[in-house]
């Protein structure tokens, strides 16, 4: 009995998705076909990019809240440089504005040894600043309206661009993460940073790197998503931040580090997407949406937590410095 | 051999430590008074409006608003709770259903039901932060979009009026010339600064903020007092809702937008450490006091809005690496 609540645990992503896919074929008429398929995927995409980049930095023992404002300055900066670069070199500039954000976050948390919750709570509030800054709190058009719809071409009846680009990045982590040495320094680091270090490995460099690499993520979410539909908008992203936390924490990433998996992230994310899909269809309003993702995510923790401490001691309350 | 010189090194240390420390302290205790000084200063010669009754006034109105979630809020972080992040829900909660209950149960009780709700929802932060455990940034990030959707769908996602004048005369009144807000927020300021300095659950919460595991071996129980923390910002954010909803006879799901870091901000700025186990009501005061001078001078300036919030990003940040680097050189 205990064996196979324990495997049941352990592959929950797979049975929350699986849970999740068949409520939503049951309720929705025609939910299962290719084109709610390549729909999820697509939409699920743009989650998934930030995700990936999450799920490195959880497992780092780091957390980013500024990930939603950072989306929004990259699609921006993508979409501002349009006239002045031409559409690749502004994308390419766009990214790197993610890069530069958490360039910054990087630096308080690993140099300033602020908390990375404080200091990404900080510069949520910068960024989203900037980009209201930026573009006076106005949503800006896009050069070449053609492009965004190259973007959602869907080429063999299920992949966009964007899917493609999430699945072979997930698939790229999750090798990273199981197969090479950079990846198993990862785990040390967010399993306990001070015997990392004191087994040779730079737990600083780490997780800036981490940082650095989840900034450059969402700087491609965001620059994709305003290529997509053509505008760069301040207030893109801002409903993100649930979303994406819920995704990476659905799929069996522990918040105080140390533990995690690419495939698992893309359980979660793809249960996030089917979810959103359903209920799009549906046409359950926007906050209802937002109520669920909110829901998943507490119910998720509380289970991961309270499943942990019925096996060990109970864990003290967590302090992070 | 090797102990015993190592021992004195460590007594030279300290002593050359405390010496440094007596110097930072002073500028971490004076600092802050110097600060709102210089900035009323600044905003009397820069700009002939500021240095007005007129406009005290308007300081101390939207300081009461921001104010009262402030008294909460410095409990939550003194306990180590970190932040709450569902005030914006839960003053929606008090605005929102403080004025569309009105024409069905009247003004009073109306006010009283959003207040417990918002309650209600600090209670069940509180048991997902105190009692299982939960990182309380996810946790209140989590509720705080739960509790938002319910209260939109409860009202149908639209903007609500109030159908009682006499309720926002209320609030709107005046005192010897002091708006009936501030006074509110000034008494809650006192009962709150009362209860963490005056009582054993004051005196439980700087415990368990300083040391959890101290304190749960000295029989605070702890668990209830990090609860409590979110029960009481809860109740605070959803009263101060309340009266936000009273004053504009109007709420919208988003009025709460931005509290949560103008609190967050004003208890950090005021040099409540951030980790916990330190801090009173008075010094969170003065960092409000600071931070609300200090927006309304780049008000009055016409820096933009963007530009404002951008400061007080850098504020927020500015000040917890400042407390970081006090507490390694032993004040706090």
């Known amino acids: 009995m205990s064996a196979f609540v324990s495997t049941l645990l352990r592959y929950r992503v797979a049975v929350i998705l699986c849970l999740t896919l068949a409520a939503a074929t049951l309720i929705v008429p025609g939910f299962a076909s290719l084109t709610t398929l390549s729909l999820g995927l697509d939409r699920g995409s743009t989650i998934g990019l930030i995700a990936i980049g999450l799920t490195v930095l959880l497992i780092a023992g780091q957390i980013d809240l500024s990930v939603g404002s950072v989306f929004a300055v990259s699609g921006i900066v993508g979409i501002m440089l349009q006239p002045a670069l031409g559409m690749g070199w502004a994308a390419l500039a766009g990214v790197l504005a993610g890069t530069a954000a958490r360039v910054v976050n990087g630096f308080l948390v690993v140099a300033l040894r602020i908390n990375s919750l404080v200091a990404t709570l900080a510069t949520m509030l910068v960024f989203r600043s900037v980009a209201h800054w930026m573009t006076a709190s106005q949503p800006i058009p896009g050069n070449d309206i053609m492009f965004s719809i190259t973007l959602s071409e869907i080429y063999l009846e299920v992949f966009t661009v964007c899917s493609g680009l999430f699945l072979v990045s997930i698939l790229a982590l999750h090798v990273w993460l199981t197969r090479t040495v950079a990846g198993r320094n990862l785990f040390a680091v967010g399993s306990n940073a001070l015997s990392a270090e004191a087994s040779g490995i730079s737990a600083g460099r780490i997780m800036f790197l981490s940082f650095v690499f989840a900034s450059t993520l969402a700087g491609v979410a965001g620059v994709l998503q305003s290529l997509a539909t053509n505008t760069g908008s301040p207030v893109y992203g801002s409903e993100l931040t649930v979303a994406v936390i819920a995704a990476v924490v659905v799929g069996g990433t522990r918040l105080e580090g140390g533990r995690g998996s690419a495939l698992g992230t893309l359980g979660g994310v793809l249960t996030i997407a089917a979810l959103t899909t359903a209920m799009e269809f549906q046409s359950v309003p ?30 003290a309350a967590p302090v992070h410095a | 051999m090797t102990d015993i010189a190592a021992m004195g090194q460590t007594t030279k240390d300290t002593a050359r430590f405390s010496q440094g420390s007596r110097m930072v302290g002073l500028v971490s205790r004076a600092g802050l008074t110097l600060a709102i000084l210089a900035v009323i200063l600044y905003g009397s010669l820069a700009n002939p409006v500021f240095f007005t009754a007129g406009n005290f006034v308007n300081v101390l109105m939207s300081m009461s608003i921001v104010g009262i979630v402030v008294v909460g809020m410095t409990f939550v972080l003194v306990v180590g709770g970190m932040a709450d992040l569902s005030v914006p829900a839960t003053i929606a909660c008090g605005a929102i259903l403080s004025l569309a209950l009105q024409p069905y149960i009247g003004p009073v009780p109306a006010f009283a039901v959003a207040v417990l709700l918002a309650g209600l929802t600090g209670l069940v932060n509180g048991v997902l932060v105190g009692y299982v455990g939960i990182n309380p940034i996810i946790a209140t990030l989590g509720m705080g979009t739960i509790v938002l959707g319910i209260v939109q769908a409860a009202v149908g996602g639209v903007i609500v009026y109030g159908t009682d004048p006499s309720s926002a005369d209320f609030v709107k009144s005046r005192i010897l010339g002091v708006p009936m ?3 509110i927020f000034i008494a809650i300021a006192i009962l709150g600064n009362f209860v963490l300095s005056r009582t054993f659950w004051g005196r439980w919460t700087i415990a368990t903020g300083g040391n959890y595991s101290a304190a749960q071996a000295s029989a605070v129980p702890v668990r209830a007092v990090r609860a409590g923390a979110f029960v009481i910002t809860a109740f605070a954010a959803g009263f101060s809702g309340g009266l936000l909803g009273l004053t504009l006879q109007s709420a919208r799901p988003l009025v709460g937008q931005g509290y949560e870091f103008s609190a967050i901000t004003a208890v950090v700025v005021g040099g409540v450490s951030i980790m916990g186990g330190f801090g009173s009501i008075p010094r969170a005061m003065a960092g409000l006091v600071f931070v609300q001078l200090l927006t309304n001078v780049m008000v009055l300036q016409g820096v933009r809005t963007p530009i404002q919030g951008f400061v007080l990003g850098l504020l927020i940040a500015g000040a917890v690496a400042l407390d970081i680097a006090l507490r390694k050189r032993g004040v706090a």
Not at chain 1, 289 to 306: K, P, Y
């Open chain 1, 286 to 315: 926007a906050y209802m949406q937002q109520v669920a993702s909110g829901l998943i995510l507490i119910l998720l923790v509380v289970l991961d937590r309270t499943v942990r401490t019925g096996r060990r001691k109970p864990a």
């Open chain 2, 181 to 183: 807000i501030a006074v």
